[in-house]
């Protein structure tokens, strides 16, 4: 399940929240019961992994002159 972190605009903590995508946009409240809450975009960890890995880029080496255009 994603993982979204909010960011509250009362008393400034961040908190995490584990919900699904469904629900993604949904406001939540603080730990502290302040709803006056804000999603940060940053943080949507799949898997629970390492977190800071960004998603594998396509394979380097072959590019244009792999073999398979001629050129
Ligand atoms: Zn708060």
């Keep these: 399940m994603p993982r979204y972190e909010f960011r509250c605009r009362a ?3 961040t908190f995490e929240v584990n919900r699904p995508m469904s629900e993604a946009s ?6 502290q019961g302040h709803a006056d809450t ?4 940053s943080t ?6 390492g ?9 380097a080496g072959g ?7 001629g050129c």
């Design 26 to 31: 949904a406001p939540s409240a603080c730990p």
């Design 11 to 13: 008393c400034g903590d």
């Design 51 to 59: 977190g800071t890995a960004p998603r594998p880029a396509a394979p």
């Design 63 to 69: 590019g244009c002159c792999g073999g398979a255009c």
């Design 44 to 49: 949507v960890a799949f898997n629970g992994g």
């Design 38 to 41: 804000v999603k940060l975009l």
